[in-house]
């Protein structure tokens, strides 16, 4: 495996189901993110880890509940969730360098495909 | 709050031609600019980036420019081929790894 894998591809759920997404990046990245894309608006971040513990919450709704248990896994939690949640969500990941606080790339899995029926 | 326009949000050409895509930023202090390409299905690719101490960047048929003054930075693809059809997305930094997009450029290519 190389890069960074999501599962599952797609997910269905109802408004009152309990469900998790799953990420893992092979690039020995330090820091791992979660992102919102919506039809007709831009990605938008969700939550930042760098080195396991959460530095960035960008307002998200608390059904979302991230966790990231090492620097190579990443999930998303998810319940009572509504219908405009219905978005693809992209995992990235990209290396923090210690003292340099100059940004690096990041890099993003395929995404999970969730419909809120 | 802080955001990145861009344009043309659809963009057609023929094969062979160039495409350029044209965005704006905010934040003065924005100092790097990634550009991505998602296929249908797929997630965000990274294909070329530009730091704010450099004004170009090319990779083969692509590069970047960047305007610091003007708040711009522009994609500039030659000689387009069917494959490059996709949604192209630029991006910039605002602060520490708080990545902004801009809302996207369907290019499609005719052969």
């Known amino acids: 495996e190389t890069g960074v894998t999501q599962t599952p591809r797609h997910l269905v759920m109802g408004m009152t189901n309990k469900k998790s997404l799953k990420c893992e990046q092979h690039?020995?990245?330090?820091?791992m993110y979660w992102y919102k894309q919506s039809a007709k608006k831009p990605l938008e971040l969700m939550f930042v880890?760098?080195?396991?513990?959460?530095?960035e919450n960008n307002s998200v709704p608390s059904r979302f509940s991230p966790e990231c248990p090492n620097s190579s896994h990443l999930f998303l939690h998810l319940h009572t969730l509504q219908p405009e949640d219905s978005a693809l969500y992209l995992c990235?990941?990209?290396?923090?360098?210690?003292?340099?606080?100059?940004?690096?790339?990041?890099?993003f899995g395929d995404g999970t495909r969730l419909s809120i029926l | 709050g802080e955001n990145v326009e861009q344009h043309p949000s659809t963009l057609s050409v023929q094969e062979g031609d160039s495409a350029v895509i044209k965005c704006t930023y905010s934040d003065s202090a924005s100092n790097y600019f990634p550009w991505y390409k998602q296929e249908l299905g797929k997630g965000p690719q990274l294909i070329i980036d530009?730091?704010?101490?450099?004004g170009e960047k090319k990779d083969q048929r692509i590069a970047v420019t960047l305007n610091k003054t003007a708040k711009h930075f522009s994609l500039h693809i030659t000689e387009t081929q069917p494959e490059d059809s996709a949604v192209y997305f630029c991006a910039a930094f605002i602060g520490f790894q708080k990545l902004v997009f801009g809302t996207g450029t369907r290019l499609l290519v005719s052969p």
């Open positions: 690039l020995g990245h330090n820091a």
């Open positions: 530009i730091r704010s101490n450099v």
């Open positions: 880890y760098n080195f396991k513990e959460q530095t």
């Open positions: 990235a990941s990209s290396q923090v360098l210690g003292q340099d606080d100059r940004n690096q790339p990041q890099h």
